[in-house]
């Protein structure tokens, strides 16, 4: 794959499952309001599943980014979207400033985002470890 469309993929996927998840939530908790009796076994499956997907998508991104790891630009793109993602995170902490969205499913959005900038943070340190340790056992 090459290093401009897998950059997009590593910004989008994230970016489109947080929205997809959250819609999905948003979505459930209106059915469950309306007839609590309209959860059936197969949407408490994909309730279990949905996460589970996302999360193994999300890490065989990051493994997958460890073959863009030894250039300057991917460091680049990572450290930029973390910054982005705890900006957003630490967003709601100056409220009383910043008009804050109102809409249930954004409010759901923000509260993942701190699991986003985690996610960019943890790849971010992840590639610098396996280089780190890559080069130690090239050298020996």
Do not use: C
């Not at 997809?20 to 994909?46: G, H, Q």
């Not at 996302?54 to 250039?71: D, R, T």
């Not at 280089?131 to 130690?136: A, G, H, R």
């Amino acid at each position: 794959m090459k290093k401009i469309l897998f950059y997009l993929v590593f910004i989008i996927v994230p970016a489109l499952s947080i929205y997809f998840y959250n819609v999905y939530l948003v979505s459930i908790e209106d059915l469950f309001s309306k007839d609590p009796l309209a959860i059936t076994s197969s949407i408490r499956i994909v309730h279990i599943l949905f996460p589970l997907v996302i999360a193994i998508i999300l890490i065989f991104l990051s493994l997958y980014s460890l073959h863009f790891s030894k250039s300057k630009s991917f460091y680049i793109v990572l450290t930029i979207y973390f910054i982005v993602y705890l900006a957003l995170s630490i967003l709601p902490l100056f409220s009383n400033r910043l008009s804050l969205p109102t809409t249930v499913a954004s409010v759901y959005i923000m509260n993942d985002l701190p699991w986003y900038a985690g996610y960019y943070g943890g790849t971010l340190l992840f590639a610098i470890f396996y280089n780190k340790i890559s080069k130690q056992s090239l050298i020996s």
